[in-house]
């Protein structure tokens, strides 16, 4: 079991350009979210999918895309990169929506020059 | 809105010490509550899940306890090691779904 990936592990931007981030997962669990970590600001839900085909806004859901073709894909678009997206990425999984343990990715760090 | 705080932000004790980590969160209205830790520059790694009727979770020498009706969480580390110096994330879920909320961390050293 590799758990939950993500790629990749570092990435630079130029404001406006865009990129996937891409979070896959081996354990057939049906609920995936994207956090991001800021200093000060601590974890935040940026979009969650309870399962293929169904996915849902967090906290701070503005200038992120996602869709959910997959059990086992989640992937996090940027549209526009700027800099206040400059930030460490998690993809986390769990057995389904409800009160199961969550798994967390190894994270990747963007930077929007 | 819920609100999770975790007191002190960092902490440094000698090895061997018990290590006492504080976790309160502001609504009790929650599903369970998840303990983590993440080294420095790695992802988070689960310790323990504590369900909301549950009252305490143990797991080789952690334990955390939880009181819903106070709002608080405390974490356990008994006899200290180096090799547990890391940050330690508490999070709870709503009672809406499994969305997380994080408290801010608290950032641990564990001196030889």
């Known amino acids: 079991n590799a758990g939950v990936t993500q790629t990749p592990k570092f990435q630079v931007l130029k404001t406006g350009q865009s990129m996937t981030l891409q979070c896959a997962q081996d354990?057939?669990?049906?609920?995936m979210s994207w956090y991001r970590q800021d200093p000060g600001m601590g974890l935040r839900l940026i979009h969650y999918?309870?399962?293929?085909?169904?996915?849902d806004q967090g906290e701070v859901p503005n200038g992120y895309n996602v869709s959910r073709s997959t059990t086992e894909d989640f992937p996090l678009r940027l549209l526009s990169a700027a800099p206040s997206q400059t930030s460490v990425y998690f993809c986390?999984?769990?057995?389904?929506?409800?009160?199961?343990?969550?798994?967390f990715g190894p994270g990747t760090r963007l930077t929007v020059t | 809105k819920q609100e999770v705080t975790q007191i002190p932000a960092a902490l440094s004790v000698p090895e061997g010490e018990n290590l006492v980590l504080n976790c309160s969160f502001t609504?009790?209205?929650?599903?369970?509550l998840q303990w983590f830790r993440q080294d420095p520059g790695k992802g988070l790694t689960s310790l323990l899940l504590i369900q909301s009727s549950q009252r305490e979770q143990t797991s080789g020498r952690l334990n955390a306890s939880l009181d819903k009706s106070s709002g608080r969480s405390t974490l356990y580390i008994a006899a200290s090691q180096p090799g547990d110096s890391a940050t330690y994330l508490c999070?709870?879920?709503?009672?809406?779904?499994?969305?997380?909320?994080f408290g801010g961390g608290t950032r641990v050293l564990v001196k030889p």
């Open positions: 354990m057939n669990h049906e609920y």
């Open positions: 609504d009790s209205a929650i599903y369970n």
């Open positions: 999918s309870v399962g293929a085909g169904i996915t």
């Open positions: 986390a999984s769990s057995y389904d929506y409800r009160a199961y343990e969550q798994y």
């Open positions: 999070a709870v879920s709503e009672a809406a779904g499994n969305k997380l909320t």
